[in-house]
């Protein structure tokens, strides 16, 4: 089903902090219509929640494991979890 909703939990480590990763990241999920929210953690990753439709939420995987352009993604762990039900995108 293409408009069935997903969710991921999406793990980034590497150069991900302090290169605009999080705004990026609100921005590519407003243009795909993906709701959720990022955050930078203690630990230097940053993680993500996305859902939204299944399509849409790949395409955010996917752009998610390049970053902007000064990021270095050493790498992206995705898990499937339940959707939350989320409303916007946020920066956390």
Known sequence: MADEVVARRLTASGRVQGV????GTQR???RLGVTG???NCPDGTLEAHAEGPAAAV???VR???EGPRH???EELRVSEIAPQGCTRFEIR
């Open 20 to 23: 605009f990763f999080r705004d």
């Open 28 to 30: 590519e999920a407003a």
């Open 37 to 39: 929210w990022v955050r």
């Open 58 to 60: 790949a395409e955010l």
């Open 63 to 65: 752009w998610c494991r």
């Open 71 to 73: 990021a270095d993604v």
